[in-house]
């Protein structure tokens, strides 16, 4: 298929993935300080952590306050990850793609894009977001995977769309761990605290991940909590399975099997996957949960580059003759 | 009821007759519609739109910040034309079709039609749309002219002229397809019983005829449309043709030059393409050959196709056939060719080179519509009786500053269609634009784009220009249809 379609489906569905994390984020945190109740101290800066926006939001904003925060969060357009931004950036590469997706997975997208307009525009004036705004923000994603699992051929292009969706969990599931890890916390005293069992709980939920841990785990200790949400092989929204996904998406595209590598982007996620297959989570506590995480960004923004350049940025190759090719060597 | 106190306006109504009566071939669907209360018909309308608001077929309104967006405006209630108007419609673009064709590859090759001055060889050879490097060439199968949209108009009396033909890149089919489609998903019950032909097959016919032109050789070759980008007015219908053919749809930056073949650039390295479609005028499609500051265009690609190794359809040259200055020569041209009159009559057409036109023009502009013959969609025109004094003056001093740009047509009474205005009828003026293929046989596809003109009294069809369209309906013959 075409690099340019390749490159934009593969962020139509990045784009789609990521309004979904940043509205669970929001979700979360909002149900948390009814949780909490007076006692804990609104946070919300966090949220801008996580996203990885704490720049943009200063340069137009003074306090995190929960408004401001959600207002640049969702519908803010110079934030390039709000949810409204996400949405349109998928819609525009969807545009490009109108040939090459089905008609129903065009629809969804506009459907969705036309609920968070209609969002903004009670925003505008000064109608706050319902909480089930961000309920059916994430609903809405859910429609689309399932519209393209269920419409859309599970060729090469549908594996471009699944390789992304899975690096984009990857990455927002590593960042929201992390956010709680050194930022949710209000200080050192609550950990293990009552306070920190509904703190854990917030990240489970945020990451849909609390009913399918209490099935697996049933008591809350952090230990386990990072165990499910970065070693699980099967939970969906976990690092390991995200990176699993990703890494068989890559290779059903370009054929080369497991255990082996062409070029630098089988070869980063396959490290990856290696890493995550064999680690024990006692050896990722022990070396710094943070440090890991961390790591793990580092390798998922690797191998997305690699991605580009493999896939999407293919340059012609002048022909040489003979003789030139003699004199190169 | 809803018809109560519609007035043709003494126009040519393709719903009513002369008396008020519907036509015959119009009465299932008057009595359909009428029957209808007019809360129902609103639901209908209403439905409709949303139907293309949700398939995201809108354009955005420019200067707007928050990004509104419109759909261009549909009206539910069909134009419908008849096996027998269909039959004589057909028959005269296969004709005019195949004497343009023949007209271009003559033009480009021998030139006999202007070595025997039916037409004047500098009229031909200083128009901007004569293509000095398509001299010589040689298309597969003599085709040059693969799609086109040929504009009909009627006049009063009812009768079919041919107001212009678009050999370029004629847009809108998509349209054709798109409104029938939202017509039977919102109001079904409509077509019952009224054997209208279907639309559907165009892509099918779209691409087998682009498959059989392709370079010799080329087995199961490798079909493309080509378009400027998502920003284009017309990107809808590209990505639209592409989808439904089952093909590519493919960019200038996709495109590449190599060892003597187009390339494209795909996740899986470089693959060959045969034939491009391409949604981009000539002046924009090699950089190399035509306009060096195109962006949207391929490096080399005329040479390419100089060496029969990829076909692009349309053929670059073919804006000499439907400039608007040839456009007057047509039925000459047809007879020319084909030794036949012509099926479809021109609007006549006074050409403001010749003295005696020029002079008839600029003593009568308040009675004529003035047409820049190298411009479309609308603009450099001048509607005499709706202009201006001011405007009549600025376009008398353009006819005599380069007459060989300009001619001019009698205003004509176009027919009108009813259209749903609030909770009423009212008549607004129509064109129709039927779809032409050129392959291994021509052609037509039964039905078209009716263009309205929806400012009330306006004879602009054109949607920049504030028209809408409607489905249209060519009939079959209810005994042909099983």
Known sequence: MLSRVAESLYWMSRYIERAENVARFIYVNTWLSLDLGSEYIEQWKPLLSASGDDAIFTEHYDQPTKQNVIQFLTFDARNPNSILSSVTGARENARIDRQYITLEMWEQINRFYLFLRGGAHDAARGIEAHQDFFAEVTTASHLFVGIMDSTMTHNEGWHFCRLARHMERADKTSRILDAKYFLLLPSVDAVGSPYDDILWTAVLRSTSAFEMYRKQFQSISPDRIVEFLVLDGDFPRAIRHCVLSADNSLRAISGTPKGTFRNAAEQQLGRLCAELNYVRVSEIMGRGLHEFLDDAQLRLNLAGEAIHNAFFALQPVPVMSQYQRGIKE | MLFDGYDSGGFFDEMFDAQGNPRPAARLLFQRVAALGDGELRRYQQAAEQAFFRAGITFTVYGDEAGTERIFPFDIIPRIVTAEEWDHIERGLRQRVYALN??????????????????????????????????????????????????????????????????????????????????????????????????????????????????????????????????????????????????????????????????????????????????????????????????????????????????????????????????????????????????????????????????????????????????????????????????REQFKRAINADPRNYIAQPTLGLSRAPVIVDDHFEGRHVDLRPYVLYGQEIFVLPGGLTRVALKKGSLVVNSSQGGGSKDTWVLGRPEAVC
């Open chain 2, 102 to 391: 023949l007209f271009i590859d003559d033009i480009y090759n021998f030139q006999k039609i202007l070595k025997d001055r039916v037409i004047p060889p500098d009229l031909i050879l200083s128009a901007k749309s004569y293509r000095k490097a398509c001299a010589g060439l040689k298309p597969p199968h003599g085709i040059w002219c693969h799609i086109s949209g040929t504009d009909l108009v009627r006049d009063r009396d009812g009768e079919y002229y041919v107001l212009e033909d678009n050999l370029r890149t004629p847009s809108g089919v998509s349209y054709v397809l798109q409104n029938r489609e939202v017509m039977q998903r919102t109001f079904p019950q409509i077509f019952e019983q009224n054997h209208v032909r279907p639309v559907s097959a165009y892509p099918s016919h779209l691409y087998r005829m682009l498959q059989y032109v392709a370079p010799a050789g080329a087995t199961s070759p490798c079909v493309a449309v080509l378009t400027p980008g998502v920003y284009n007015s017309a990107y809808f219908e590209h990505s639209f043709l592409a989808k439904f053919m089952g093909v590519e749809l493919v960019e200038g930056r996709d495109l590449v030059v190599m060892d003597g073949y187009v390339m494209m650039r795909t996740t899986k390295g470089f693959e060959r393409v045969d034939v491009l479609y391409r949604r981009i005028d000539d002046d924009f499609i090699d950089p190399m050959t035509f306009r060096p500051d195109s962006l949207l265009g391929v490096s080399g690609l005329m040479e390419v196709y100089r060496a029969g190794r990829v076909s692009l359809a349309n053929a670059p040259g073919t804006g000499i056939a439907d400039d608007k200055a040839v456009y007057a020569y047509v039925p000459k041209i047809i007879k020319y060719y084909t030794g036949e009159d012509a099926i479809l009559p021109n609007v006549p057409t006074y050409v403001c080179w010749e003295d005696k036109d020029r002079q008839y023009v600029c003593d009568n502009l308040e009675k004529l519509v003035v047409k820049a013959a190298n411009e479309s969609g609308g603009y450099g025109m001048l509607v005499g009786p709706h202009s201006t004094a001011e405007q």
